[in-house]
Nanobody, 123 residues
Framework: VQLQAFGGGLVQAGGSLRLSCAASGRTFSSNVMGWFRQAPGKEREFVAA????????YYADSVKGRFAISREHAKNTVYLQMNSLKPEDTALYYCAVKKYSGSVQASPGYDYWGQGTQVTVSS
């Protein structure tokens, strides 16, 4: 099983990026999928998650109204549309599959982490 995240890059504050996370090896259509990020010197933090059906989404307060998570079952892919980016959004972004019970915001509940894609927002 592999999760490959891509779409990161360097963008100016106020700009947009769209991250993608493609899963291979098995389908995750029955799992919650999430995005997390980790900035240098900081702990990994929850960004967004989406239910198995795609009908329910969850966001960290810091990104609510600016980011949008979605998924495409046919492609076994989850997306993160990031708008109005801020320098504090700079981090390595990871996608993951929720495997265990518990809060969607808690990283220990996730398995099958992708390798991460770097997002850098310049001021």
């Amino acid at each position: 099983v592999q999760l490959q995240a891509f779409g990161g890059g360097l963008v100016q504050a106020g700009g947009s990026l769209r991250l993608s996370c493609a899963a291979s090896g098995r389908t995750f259509s029955s799992n919650v999928m999430g995005w997390f990020r980790q900035a240098p010197g900081k702990e990994r933090e929850f960004v967004a998650a989406i239910s198995a059906s795609g009908g329910i989404t969850y966001y960290a307060d810091s990104v609510k109204g600016r980011f949008a998570i979605s998924r495409e079952h046919a492609k076994n892919t989850v997306y993160l549309q990031m708008n109005s980016l801020k320098p504090e959004d700079t981090a390595l972004y990871y996608c993951a599959v929720k495997k265990y019970s518990g809060s969607v915001q808690a990283s220990p509940g996730y398995d099958y982490w992708g390798q991460g894609t770097q997002v850098t927002v310049s001021s």
